[in-house]
Every structure is written in C-alpha cells, then in structure tokens.
C-alpha cells in the first residue's frame, strides 16, 4: 500500500481524497493499495467515457425520426419504396422533415462539433490547472443536462430550429470536458510499458458508448423521439456523480505509492531524469519538485515534436470515423440491403456493428504499437488499409445482409483503429514527453490539442456529408477515401523515422535498447 505518512501532506490528502474511497477505506479498515486505486481509475473513466459517447450517439439514431424521407437523386426508388420507408419511419419532426431537413441535421452536428472542438482547446489548459475530478463532474452534469433538453422539444412541442441549434452547441461545450480529463487521469496512473494495448482495451469505451447509445435510443423510439435524449442525459448524469464520489486523479491526491507493486512500467526506473512515464510515486522530495512545477503553455505543447503531425492526422481520421457515428444509422435506413429497407429501429441497432469493429481495431492498434515499439507506422497502416475497407462496403454492403455485417466490422475496425491510438497511447505518450523533463502537468492540454484538432476535422465530415449525401452517397464515400489518405500522408516522416530507427537497430544487433523514435523526431 504504501501511504504518504508526512504529516504535513495528511491534512491535504483528507481533502482532496474522494469520498467514495474514504469511505471503502472505512469500512475496510485499511488503506486501498496502489494497484486497487488503479483498478477503480479504468472502471471509472471508462464509464464516464462510455457515458459521453452514448448521449453523444443519440442524435445519429433520431435522425430518421426527424427526417424520415430524404433520399439520395442518384438512387433510383420506386414509388412503393418510398410509401414503404415512410410508413417504416413516420412523418417526421418539423422543421426537419422538409426538403433542406439533413441540411439542418448536418447544421447541427456542425454546431455541437465546432463547440466541442473548440471548447476542446479551453478544456485542456483548464484541465490542467484545477480539480479534474471536480472538472469532469461538471462536464458530466452539464452534458446531461442539455441533452435532456434536446429531448424535451419533443414533449414541449418544439419547432423552432435555434432552440435545438442552441442546445446542441451547450452540449457540446460540456462534452468538451471529457476527453482531456480521463486521458490525464490515466496517464497519472499508468507508464509507457504496454501503454498502447492497456489503452487500446480501455478505449474500448468509445465504441462500448456509441453500442449502448444506439440500443438505448433504438429502444426508447417507440416510445417517441424525446426518451432517446433524455434517458442517455439522465444516465451520464449519474455516472457523473459516481466520478465525483469514486475517481481518484493521481496517486498524490489519494496518498499512495507503488510499494513495489509496479505500475506496468517495470522495465523502467521510474526516478530516471527525463524518462517518458508520469511519475506516480511522489515522495516529500518529489512533493516539492510537484510544487514547482507549472502547466504547459498552449504554443509550448504544440511544439513537443511529434504533436503537430498526430494532431492533424486525426483530423481527417476524426472525420472519417465522425460521419460514421452521425450518419451511419441514416445511411443504413435509406439503403437498401438485399433489396429491402430497414426500420430506423433495426438501422441503429445494425450500425453497433460498426462500434465492434472499432472495438477489435482499438486493442489491435494498441497491441501492434507495443509490440513494434512504432505508434506512427501503426496508425498509417490503418489508415492505409481503410480506403479499400470503405470502397468494398459501399459498393457491396447492399448485396445481402451477411456481406453488410462483415465488411461494416472491417472498415470499424480499420477506421476507429487509428483514431484510438492516437487519443490515447500516443497523446499520452507525449504528454510525458521527455522534452518536458518529468513535468506531468502537460497531459491535459496535449491531449486537448490532438484531439481538439482532430474534433474540427470530426465537424467538417459530418456537415459535408449532410449536404453532399442529397445529391450522391458514393461522393460521400470518395470523400471519406480522400481523408483517410491524406491521415495517412501526415505521418510520412515520423514513419520514415521509425523504419530508419529499427533499420539501424537492426545494424547494431541492439534492439532491447531501441528508443521510440515518437518522441526523438
């Protein structure tokens, strides 16, 4: 266990300890070990990620409830088709069920997402600078707040497009907390050493949000449109209270030390000056060094090399893997499988599968990055790899159900891959950079920066593909392509780096002391 014992550090340590733990630890009688505290960090970020991509996802599955008869003018439907679909999906919700109604879903989309990453940049530095446990809470409460609110529309009668306009911009706001939160959180706790397949298992969250997102908004439809919205807010509000009570941010806050239990990160020492890990064992010593320090400056985390080249990858895998969770359920519903269409109902709970296969990319990206000690030529292999995934499922999905499953479970995987990778291991990786010379108090803003990045490029793809799907989803697709080459393009020299860093090891007959070539470029 390992209990900071300075009685100085005591007083601040019953402040600033969680009361959920304390009041295990009560009824326990006795301190929680390091390992335990880990346990309970994955749990509960884990939940309290899950929690913001299911009240994120609702929109995507109301969609064909709002706008039920939008077809593309390059599919050519049958008159009976068309009676078919809107008996399936219902009349619609003014104001958008008229003819520029997924021009206004898109336009939504776009406001939640251009706040979300904007508010993205703000989160990180604030991040950094207060209470995370305290920060995440509100981002939880207010989240489910205004998605409630969304919801409510339905039961108040609600026409107007600005009240969903404005209401969607709050939440994404609020949701801006997230990401930067929990990724700072577990940085605290967890080394380098296997970092890549831990987080990739534990960014299962994302796809385990957006799978239970889609089957409780699939669910609560039939009921009407609004418990859609309103049972995700109500849920994420209440993980958000299990946060505040349960999360403890580091191991300082909580007054544990490894005690010779390892944090995953055995391999390396963790008091060597410069090392790539956050140190999570604070003694007195260490307690003064954490008192100096200060966080990272905006412009200063953006030159930490390797940053710049990741961040702007994600944004075009960002916006690949975004027009999917907004506009894959209502691609699937105006699509005819096997010449049949689908419910909005069957159409959301069809496009979970998308979500296992990112499930399955996110741990194989993670495990591969470990394994080849190469984060860069892992994520641009995905990258790589999903064009071809994107081609075959919109030109095949159609044929038969079969087909649509399987190739919607590769392309998943290819394309959520990646952009696990990068918001977890790798911006972790350099937010304990060694440029930063043992400074923790980075992870916050770098991850906000990649990801807040990579969020503009997630509004971009799903506000294209509300305009440009009226006209042909095989643009959409080609668009889709397009980015995920060009993801791929911007790690061409931290891959080259990589290759020519194993190519030397490989010379030297030295690869047990090979260095990540991440955080050399």
Same mark, same amino acid.
């Given at each position: 266990m390992g209990s900071i014992s300075n009685p100085e550090n005591e007083q601040n340590i019953i402040k600033t300890k969680p009361q959920g733990i304390q009041f295990i630890e009560y009824t326990k009688n006795s301190t929680l070990s390091y390992k335990t505290h880990q346990s309970i960090v994955l749990i509960i970020t884990f939940l309290a990620y899950a929690? /913001?991509?299911?009240?994120?996802?609702?929109?995507?599955?109301?969609?064909?409830? @709002?706008?039920?008869?939008?077809?593309?003018? &390059?599919?050519?439907?049958?008159i009976q088709s068309i009676s078919l679909l809107s008996w399936l999906l219902g009349s619609g919700w003014a104001p958008f069920n008229g003819t520029n109604g997924t021009g206004l879903l898109g336009d939504l989309d776009l406001a939640f997402l251009f706040v979300y990453a904007i508010g993205m940049f703000f989160s990180g530095h604030i991040g950094d600078r207060m209470n995370l446990r305290v920060f995440l809470t509100i981002g939880m409460v207010g989240t489910?707040?205004?998605?409630?609110?969304?919801?409510?529309? /339905?039961?108040?009668?609600i026409h107007f497009f600005y009240y969903?306009?404005?209401?969607?911009?709050?939440?994404? @706001?609020?949701?801006?907390t997230g990401w930067?939160?929990?990724?700072?959180?577990?940085?605290?706790?967890?080394?380098? #050493?296997?970092?890549?397949?831990? =987080?990739?298992?534990?960014?299962?969250?994302?796809?385990?949000?957006?799978?239970s997102g889609s089957l409780?908004?699939?669910?609560?439809?039939?009921?009407?449109?609004?418990?859609? =919205?309103?049972?995700?807010?109500? =849920?994420?509000?209440?993980?958000?209270?299990?946060?505040? @009570?349960?999360?403890?941010?580091?191991?300082?806050?909580?007054?544990?030390?490894?005690? !010779?239990?390892?944090?995953?990160?055995?391999?390396?020492?963790?008091?060597?000056?410069?090392?790539?890990?956050?140190?999570?064992?604070?003694?007195?010593?260490?307690?003064?060094?954490?008192?100096?320090?200060?966080?990272?400056?905006?412009?200063?985390?953006?030159?930490?090399?390797?940053?710049?080249?990741?961040?702007?990858? @994600?944004?075009?895998?960002?916006?690949?893997?975004y027009t999917f969770l907004y506009w894959l359920p209502f691609y699937i519903s105006h699509t005819a499988i096997d010449g049949e269409y689908l419910s909005d109902v069957a159409a959301g709970n069809l496009s979970t599968l998308f979500d296992v296969g990112g499930v399955v990319g996110g741990i194989l990206a993670g495990h591969i990055s470990d394994r080849l000690n190469a984060r860069a030529i892992t994520a641009a292999s995905f990258m790589y790899c999903a064009i071809p995934a994107l081609y075959f499922y919109r030109n095949y999905g159609h044929v038969s159900m079969t087909i &649509?499953?399987?190739?919607?479970?590769?392309?998943?995987?290819?394309?959520? !891959?990646? /952009?696990?990778?990068?918001?977890?291991?790798?911006?972790?990786?350099l937010g304990t950079h060694r440029s930063l010379r043992g400074n923790s108090r980075a992870l916050a803003t770098v991850t906000a920066i990649i990801d807040g990045t990579g969020s503009i490029g997630a509004a971009i793809g799903p506000l294209?593909? !509300?305009?440009?799907?009226?006209? #042909?989803? #095989?643009?959409?697709?080609? =668009?889709?392509?397009?980015?995920?080459?060009?993801?791929?393009?911007f790690l061409t020299r931290l891959v080259v780096a990589e290759i020519a860093s194993k190519w030397e090891d490989s010379r030297r007959g030295s690869i047990s002391i090979r260095r990540s070539p991440l955080v050399e470029v």
């Open positions: 929690s /913001y991509h299911a009240a994120r996802k609702t929109t995507s599955i109301i969609k064909s409830s @709002l706008d039920p008869q939008s077809q593309s003018s &390059n599919d050519t439907l049958q489910g707040l205004f998605t409630s609110l969304f919801g409510v529309g /339905y039961w108040a009668n969903y306009l404005v209401v969607q911009m709050l939440a994404g @706001l609020f949701q801006s930067p939160s929990v990724v700072a959180v577990v940085g605290n706790w967890f080394g380098k #050493s296997k970092r890549g397949l831990i =987080m990739g298992i534990w960014n299962a969250h994302t796809s385990i949000g957006n799978i409780i908004a699939s669910y609560f439809l039939k009921y009407g449109w609004g418990w859609s =919205m309103v049972v995700p807010g109500l =849920m994420i509000t209440i993980v958000g209270l299990l946060v505040f @009570l349960f999360l403890p941010v580091d191991p300082e806050s909580v007054g544990v030390d490894k005690d !010779g239990d390892g944090d995953g990160d055995g391999d390396k020492p963790v008091e060597k000056i410069g090392a790539e890990v956050t140190k999570p064992l604070l003694s007195s010593k260490a307690n003064i060094q954490k008192e100096k320090e200060s966080p990272v400056g905006f412009i200063e985390a953006w030159k930490i090399p390797g940053v710049a080249p990741f961040a702007f990858c @994600l944004f075009f895998a960002k916006l690949v893997a &649509n499953i399987i190739l919607m479970l590769i392309t998943g995987m290819f394309v959520n !891959g990646p /952009y696990a990778l990068i918001t977890t291991a790798v911006s972790t990786d294209l593909t !509300g305009y440009i799907s009226t006209r #042909s989803w #095989s643009a959409v697709f080609t =668009m889709l392509m397009a980015a995920a080459f060009v993801a791929g393009l």
